[in-house]
């Protein structure tokens, strides 16, 4: 689909010009690709960058629909689809005895 964007490890969090720059674009365009036409509703995670002012603007300027942060609870991992995605993908990393060091 893309590459992900992997930034720096130590430091200080994507910012919301990053996540303009390198992140949404991606998403525009798998949108695009495999969604257009469709019902669709973007899912952030609650990181600062992802609700940033300049972030909701670029969003609705291209209307993309997103879940309103409002709507978007911490702490209920069911309630937020990609918790499972990253539990899948985890089982999957960790499964042949590899470690983060």
Known sequence: MSTPF???TK???VTADVYIGKCLPKVLKLIEKHHLGDKYIFWPNL???HYAKKTLE???ERKVPFVPKAANPPNVPKARPIEDFWSILADKVYNGGWAAT
């Open 58 to 60: 670029w969003l609705n």
């Open 11 to 13: 430091g200080p969090a």
């Open 6 to 8: 992997i930034g720096a």
């Open 47 to 49: 990181a600062s960058s």
